[in-house]
């Protein structure tokens, strides 16, 4: 059994009413774990320890040399320690070994990138009239609330955590409660490097609990949340008490376009990889295919064929191409999902069921499903199900294919399949997201800017961008010549 406490003001501790969680592995059904259920008073705990940690400025006082210089170390015991974190990541979360591990070495290499961001130049002067002399300077925001989902327990904490801390934040920071294994080891990371005590507290526990509180602290400076819309939501409602500032990665529902002249072979394939890579538990899916009408029926041919392939399994298991879905409670609502398709009027082209056989009983497996026959007002169409199934839609021309990847309230990301250059450039200008691909799906980079436009959310993680989030932006002006203004009589 794993041992997992929370780490609030440099000391490990169990939940103030000592409650636990159990944490589940989602390929077996067995517990884990049993993690501490933060409380409101815990929430405090940590951020009062932030806050004076900030105030005191033991983190944000030193020079982003030595902030870096931590960070540094942090990115080398992340290495060290990646095959045993890869293996915990695949036990809670079930993500396959493969993904687990990629997870890790992009976690310190975030790490790294963030490091030497911020030794970069990063203010601003400006010719003002004399004798006035004025300058930007970026400080950091506070105390600064990190909510994360579960689906990269550790990547999507790193994305944030990095920049938080490189910035000369102090943080207060929240795992989700299905997956908080990985994000302990981070901060027993954190311990060992030496990280000042209160700059980094981690409470586990209840979204509209300790999420809440974090949300709703006047202590709290800012918000950072990745997770669903509706949660994104109401975390804005309740930050808007403080006016903290706010940055949410939401939800999805991401078109991925199919033209006729493009390298058929490399869309089906990347087509596949965008909605079952991570089990499709994975906010920039391509989970709406849209196929120019000429090769439609080719293409849904050779998708499904290739779909009914996927080796699904446990991820511990190297042959695994994909794992099971997080949870029970997830597996059930992929499920509902797949059953409301099928009422809405959809065809099941292949999947739609769970899967029993093979010693799979104990785990939320869910096969790869593919709906055809699909109308752009259904809910399947329009809703993000987060799971392996994908509905595949037929196109006329450019103006169509545009006009459907644009209509749903989300618009994070987004992919073009053409070999015509030019057209495919033109339908990615017209396509809302903020991530998209030509040509390929999912590659992306700590060094780029990752965030959504509409509903899909505020703001962007990574890159020089995701480094603004945690910055203020401070104005100063000079008087070089120390006299009076004279504006009044005397
Ligand atoms: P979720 O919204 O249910 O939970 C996310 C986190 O918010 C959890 O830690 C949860 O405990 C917390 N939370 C829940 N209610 C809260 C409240 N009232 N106040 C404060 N915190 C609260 O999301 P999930 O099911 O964990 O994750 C899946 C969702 O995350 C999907 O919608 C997916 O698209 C999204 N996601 C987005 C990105 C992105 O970069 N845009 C990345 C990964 C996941």
């Known amino acids: 059994m794993i041992n997992l406490k929370m780490y609030i003001d440099g000391e490990w501790r169990d939940s103030e009413n000592m409650e636990t969680r159990p944490v589940i592995n989602p390929a077996n059904g067995e517990v884990i774990a049993y993690a501490p259920e933060g409380t409101v008073a815990d929430a405090r705990a940590a951020i009062y320890a932030a806050r004076k940690a900030f105030d005191d400025g033991v983190w944000s006082d030193l020079s982003a040399q030595e902030r870096a210089s931590y960070l540094l170390k942090i990115a080398d015991k992340i290495d060290e320690r990646a095959e045993e974190l890869t293996q915990l990541e695949t036990q809670d979360n079930g993500k396959p070994l493969r993904e687990a591990g990629f997870d890790m070495a992009d976690a310190a290499s975030c790490f790294r990138y963030y490091a030497g961001l911020i030794r970069n130049p990063d203010g601003q002067t400006y010719h003002v009239a004399d004798p006035m002399q004025a300058m930007v300077v970026r400080e950091p925001v506070g105390v600064c609330g990190l909510i994360v989902p579960w689906n990269y327990p550790m990547l999507m904490s790193v994305w944030k955590i990095a920049p938080a801390l490189a910035a000369g934040n102090t943080i207060v920071y929240k795992p989700s409660e299905v997956t908080p294994v990985t994000p302990m080891k981070l901060f027993e990371i954190f311990e060992e490097v030496g990280l000042p005590k209160g700059v980094a507290n981690m409470v586990m526990g209840a979204g509209p609990v300790v999420g809440h509180e974090i949300s709703a602290h006047p202590e709290v400076d800012m918000v950072s949340f990745t997770g669903g819309t509706k949660t994104g939501k109401q975390i804005m409602k309740t930050a808007a008490d403080t006016m903290k500032k706010v940055s949410l990665e939401l939800g999805g529902k991401s078109p991925n376009i199919i033209f006729a002249d493009a390298d058929f072979e490399t869309a089906v394939d990347y087509a596949l990889f965008g909605i079952f890579a991570g089990s499709g538990q994975v906010c920039s899916s391509g989970s709406r295919i849209l196929v120019e009408e000429?090769?439609?029926?080719?293409?849904?041919?050779?998708?499904?064929?290739?779909?009914?392939?996927?080796?699904?399994?446990?991820?511990?298991?190297?042959?695994?191409?994909?794992?099971?879905?997080?949870?029970?409670?997830?597996?059930?609502?992929?499920?509902?999902?797949?059953?409301?398709?099928?009422?809405?009027?959809?065809?099941?082209?292949?999947?739609?069921?769970?899967?029993?056989?093979?010693?799979?009983?104990?785990?939320?497996?869910?096969?790869?499903?593919?709906?055809?026959?699909?109308?752009?007002?259904?809910?399947?169409?329009?809703?993000?199900?987060?799971?392996?199934?994908?509905?595949?839609?037929?196109?006329?021309?450019?103006?169509?294919?545009?006009?459907?990847?644009?209509?749903?309230?989300?618009?994070?990301?987004?992919?073009?399949?053409?070999?015509?250059?030019?057209?495919?450039?033109?339908?990615?200008?017209?396509?809302?997201?903020?991530?998209?691909?030509?040509?390929?799906?999912?590659?992306?980079?700590?060094?780029?800017?990752?965030?959504?436009?509409?509903?899909?959310?505020?703001?962007?993680?990574?890159g020089t961008f995701g480094l603004d989030e945690f910055q203020e932006i401070k104005q100063i002006n000079i008087n070089l010549q120390v006299e009076p203004i004279g504006w009044f009589s005397n």
């Not at 779909?307 to 409670?329: F, Y």
């Open 294 to 462: 000429s090769i439609y029926d080719q293409f849904v041919e050779r998708y499904v064929e290739r779909a009914k392939q996927i080796k699904v399994g446990p991820g511990n298991d190297p042959e695994t191409e994909m794992g099971p879905l997080v949870s029970q409670q997830h597996m059930e609502k992929v499920l509902y999902y797949i059953d409301l398709g099928k009422q809405e009027g959809a065809t099941v082209a292949c999947g739609g069921n769970r899967i029993t056989t093979n010693g799979l009983d104990k785990g939320f497996f869910v096969e790869p499903t593919v709906f055809v026959d699909v109308k752009q007002d259904m809910r399947i169409v329009q809703e993000e199900i987060f799971g392996p199934v994908v509905c595949i839609q037929k196109f006329k021309d450019e103006e169509e294919a545009i006009k459907l990847a644009n209509d749903t309230v989300y618009g994070l990301a987004g992919g073009v399949f053409s070999n015509d250059g030019a057209k495919a450039m033109r339908v990615i200008k017209k396509i809302r997201s903020g991530i998209t691909w030509i040509n390929a799906y999912h590659p992306t980079y700590n060094e780029a800017p990752w965030g959504g436009y509409k509903q899909s959310g505020i703001g962007r993680s990574l």
